[in-house]
């Protein structure tokens, strides 16, 4: 997690006052400048560190954290980089969803995304991109309370209002303010842009030739017409589809036992799109070890779509998507609630005439 360096326990020594490049907090020593509230009171001010001194630590400490950032994003702008969909679909979305699936490594700061990276020296690489990360931002001059950094501008001296008064000028509050928390996001933005930007430059880098995954990969796509890992499934054409096999259940709608063959999929372009449209879900059924498309007799249906979350990479958001689609219709044994004799559940939607069919 990167931290900005306001956080918690610096907001403690609120107030604080950044004039130029000097940060202030109440002092009992000589004040370099004096904070004089609205109801009166005067408080002294003198400096903490200088706001340069603070962002150089954040970045130190942000260091790991933004090297694990770039190890993440660099097999994916390889996969990008190639507009090759089975090398993305190989070398990058399914050890990436598996890993979320099923390692705890992908709850940590510590990324396992591998790409071949023999021909880059990375820790002179990886050194230099955490360099180059932009530093934290704050606004001066500026008076720091209660989650509130509140802009000053020069004002005459008066009484009744919040006032900094400093050896050669007074500032007041302008009025307007912005929160911490949005400037600590602003910054987070823009040290993710500068990843996605250096993985970029480092995936250029990168040997263009298949991995050895990749490789048998296009073997068994020549052999069969489809490649499939786990619960996840390729198959290939103008428009290639990335497909997630339904769990075993009865299907009512076809009238028979279902195992593995079965998978609910959506157009797999570059970049993914997270959440596709219904109407680009098609269902494919496996056939004497082929994919074909299954043709609905109502269409497809499976009650409330699930909220949307924020994803790090839209093709695991896509991959998640489809098992979520895919557990939805194992669980209501059916593709839409019209399907026949289908037992009753709270998971379907009412139909409505904008339900649309998938063909």
Known sequence: MLEYPIDEAFQRQQPLVLLGEQLLAKTSSPAAAILRTAAGVHHGLGPVATWISIGQAALRRSRSTVEAMLQNELPRQVALLRTDPLAYFIDYLVPTFRKREFSEDAYSTVSTAHIEQADVDWTTELSAAAEGVPAPEFVQPSVLMLGRVWKLKPQPRREGCWQVDAASQCFGLSGDFILVRTL???????????????????????????????????????AQGFVERDDLLFLPGRAPR?????????????????????????????????????????????????????????????????????????????????????????????????????PSTDNWLEVTSNSKAVS
């Open 184 to 222: 600590a996001a602003e910054w987070r933005t823009k040290v993710a842009r500068h990843v996605t930007n250096v993985a970029a430059q480092l995936a250029q880098k990168v040997r263009q030739q298949d991995s050895q995954e990749l490789v048998i990969a296009r073997n068994e796509l020549a």
């Open 242 to 342: 990335l497909g997630y096999v339904l769990p075993a259940h009865h299907n009512w709608t076809l009238r028979r036992d279902s195992v593995r063959d079965l998978a609910m999929t959506a157009p797999l372009a570059l970049p993914p799109i997270a959440y596709p449209s219904k109407s680009s879900l098609v269902v494919y059924q496996r056939v004497k070890n082929e994919w074909k498309i299954v043709t609905l007799p109502h269409g497809l249906c499976w009650g409330p779509d699930p909220p949307q979350h924020p994803q790090d990479s839209p093709g695991v958001g896509l991959a998640s998507f489809l098992r979520w689609a895919a557990v939805r219709i194992a669980g209501n044994g059916a593709f839409h609630s019209s399907d026949g004799a289908v």
